[in-house]
T-cell receptor
Framework: EPEVTQTPSHQVTQMGQEVILRCVPI?????FYWYRQILGQKVEFLVS????????KSEIFDDQFSVERPDGSNFTLKIRSTKLEDSAMYFC??????????FGSGTRLTVV | GQSLEQPSEVTAVEGAIVQINCTYQ??????LSWYQQHDGGAPTFLSY????GLEETGRFSSFLSRSDSYGYLLLQELQMKDSASYFC???????????FGTGTLLAVQP
């Protein structure tokens, strides 16, 4: 079964530092996404990426955030100058279309 | 914008049948999906309904009524491993982004 791979599984960072979360989507998928989930809350959309560019972003995805597809396989989320409220589980996902996302196992980000 | 409502918690016993309802409001509708999430884990795709009616996959079925902006997930022959959170989600537009509901925590008791 193809998987979406995320690294690291856990990341602790100091407030104000930059973090990069990494993802390897499923190779024949065309759409890539980042979501976050604050503990005990729902899964929130951050950004979608298609054809090497951002196709949509939420109001959460402000100038502090950026995404890149630096090569044919990796998909990264960068958070500049992290804040305490950025602590959450970050999920990468990919899909071929609307037939269902495959999510990675997530990166638990803790900002201290 | 989009909003989805689900019950926050449901409890059932092993072997029983449980139905988790979802009502939604959306400016454009492209389909309703259901995802399962075990504690600390990734959401896992269960089903997708684009048209009215019932879709069955093993012990799980999902129903959609577009005229009522309503759907449900039906879980039969409940097992302890079905204890998890269940999220309904709607597609938010041409970009295929999913908007998730607040989730229903299902507790299966022996």
């Amino acid at each position: 079964e193809p998987e979406v791979t995320q690294t690291p599984s856990h990341q602790v960072t100091q407030m104000g530092q930059e973090v990069i979360l990494r993802c390897v989507p499923i190779s024949n998928h065309l759409y890539f996404y980042w979501y976050r989930q604050i503990l005990g809350q729902k899964v929130e959309f951050l950004v979608s990426f298609y054809n090497n560019e951002i196709s949509e972003k939420s109001e959460i995805f402000d100038d502090q955030f950026s995404v890149e597809r630096p090569d044919g396989s990796n998909f990264t989320l960068k958070i500049r100058s992290t804040k305490l409220e950025d602590s959450a589980m970050y999920f990468c996902a990919s899909s071929r279309g609307r037939d269902g996302y495959t999510f990675g196992s997530g990166t638990r980000l803790t900002v201290v | 914008g989009q909003s989805l409502e689900q019950p926050s918690e449901v409890t059932a016993v092993e072997g029983a049948i449980v139905q988790i309802n979802c009502t939604y409001q959306t400016s454009g509708f492209y389909g309703l999906s259901w995802y399962q999430q075990h504690d600390g884990g990734a959401p896992t795709f269960l089903s997708y309904n684009a048209l009215d009616g019932l879709e069955e996959t093993g012990r799980f079925s999902s129903f959609l009524s577009r005229s009522d902006s309503y759907g449900y997930l039906l879980l039969q022959e409940l097992q302890m491993k079905d204890s998890a959170s269940y999220f309904c989600a709607v597609y938010g537009g041409a970009t295929n982004k999913l908007i998730f509901g607040t989730g229903t925590l299902l507790a299966v008791q022996p």
